[in-house]
């Protein structure tokens, strides 16, 4: 149980353009999730949380314009990074929880390989 | 402050022989401890957590870890080790913002 689908694995485009990741729970409804990056050889960077229905959450220094976030319904959220630029590039991953308790642990996919050239 | 550190970016033990991972935390008030392990170019699965009762909590793949309150540690533990067990291992502790805080993780090799 307890399965995050997260696609597409991998991504490689042009400069200026805008990807769209997906974020699935396939056997559980996801009130919360999570938004991660993660950069080579380093821990995981929270970029924002996201509840159904509402406005994600953004950290400090994350750009809302730039990486948007929806999250339509309980087993779904995208994450679009606008006009991405190579910089964007790196290892993306969103994680689920179900219910509202944090003693619920994420449940994570398998991330997103975003390369920008 | 709320942190998490795992002391060792790398661990080496030989299969069969008993692993440990280490990991102490700071947090104010009773924690919720997480460990998760990240093979390459995948997410994170999760191995155990201790929110409450007892210190020692067993998880998948054989793993448990030992929730230490005076010692604030969080060791993850596995009596013998397997080739497959390889990976990048993270501890983690939710904050009082109720968001996860992760360690900056623990590359685990196991050597046949």
């Known amino acids: 149980g307890a399965v995050v689908s997260q696609h597409p694995s991998w991504v490689i485009c042009k400069s200026g353009t805008s990807v769209k990741i997906e974020c699935r729970s396939l056997d559980f409804q996801a009130t919360t999730m999570f938004w991660y990056r993660q950069f080579p050889k380093q821990s995981l960077m929270l970029m924002a949380t996201s509840n159904e229905g509402s406005k994600a959450t953004y950290e400090q220094g994350v750009e809302k314009d730039k990486f948007l976030i929806n999250h339509a319904s309980l087993t779904l959220s995208t994450l679009t990074v606008t006009s991405a630029h190579p910089e964007d590039s790196s290892f993306y991953i969103c994680?689920?929880?179900?219910?509202?308790?944090?003693?619920?642990?994420?449940?994570f996919g398998d991330g997103t390989r975003l390369s920008i050239l | 402050a709320q942190s998490v550190a795992q002391p060792e970016d790398q661990v080496n033990v030989a299969e069969g022989n008993p692993l440990t991972v280490k990991c102490t935390y700071s947090v104010s008030g009773n924690p919720y401890l997480f460990w998760y392990v990240q093979y390459p170019n995948r997410g994170l699965q999760f191995l155990l957590k201790y929110i409450t009762g007892d210190n020692l909590v067993k998880g998948s793949y054989g793993f448990e870890a030992e929730f230490n309150k005076s010692q604030t540690s969080f060791h993850l533990k596995k009596p013998s080790a397997l080739v497959s067990d390889s990976a990048l291992y993270f501890c983690?502790?939710?904050?009082?913002?109720?968001?996860?805080?992760f360690g900056t993780g623990t590359r685990l090799q196991v050597f046949p």
């Open positions: 994680s689920a929880r179900a219910g509202r308790g944090s003693d619920q642990p994420q449940h």
């Open positions: 983690a502790v939710r904050s009082f913002t109720d968001k996860l805080i």
